[in-house]
């Protein structure tokens, strides 16, 4: 009996051992920006407009993240799930649009689907100099 005891003993410390040496879970990937246009806001001094294609591989979930900017979001393919703090989230697809302001916190966003991407073109009329995405809690 006290063999099959030690035995056990031995492969919960084995197994334990092992599970804290295997390899995390992969991250869910991250959207892919490509910026297409960039002009100042002619208007608004200080000001700029930045164009963005965005692509969400499938499976993609974005980090909370916040733009200091208006940022105006329209699919072009597949299905993305967007919420901003304090809001109501949902599910667009494509010719559907979001919007999120200044002091928004966009706390969902990732594509609906594990299997297909998802397409975006995104105008921000934003601070000049700031960086389009900026780390929010």
């Known amino acids: ?6 035995l056990a ?3 919960v410390l084995a197994c ?8 995390p879970p992969p991250a869910a990937p991250q959207p892919i920006v490509h910026p297409v246009m960039q002009k100042d806001a ?5 000001k700029e407009l ?9 499976g993609t979930v974005e980090t ?8 105006l979001v329209y699919v072009i393919e597949g299905t993305v799930i967007m919420q901003v703090r304090g809001g ?10 979001f919007y999120e302001g200044p002091n928004d916190v966009h706390t969902v966003g990732r594509n609906a689907s594990k299997t297909k991407p998802a397409k975006l073109v995104v105008v921000l009329l ?12």
Do not use: C, F
């Open 50 to 58: 930045l164009m963005l294609a965005v692509e969400y591989p499938p």
């Open 9 to 11: 003993a031995a492969l």
């Open 88 to 97: 109501k989230q949902v599910t667009l697809t494509p010719g559907q649009t």
């Open 64 to 71: 909370i993240h916040r733009h200091d900017a208006q940022a």
């Open 16 to 23: 334990g051992a092992w599970l804290a040496h295997a390899a």
């Open 42 to 46: 002619a208007d608004a001094p200080g």
């Open 1 to 6: 009996m006290s063999y099959l005891r030690n």
């Open 126 to 137: 934003k601070k000049k100099g700031v960086d389009a995405v900026l780390p929010a809690k």
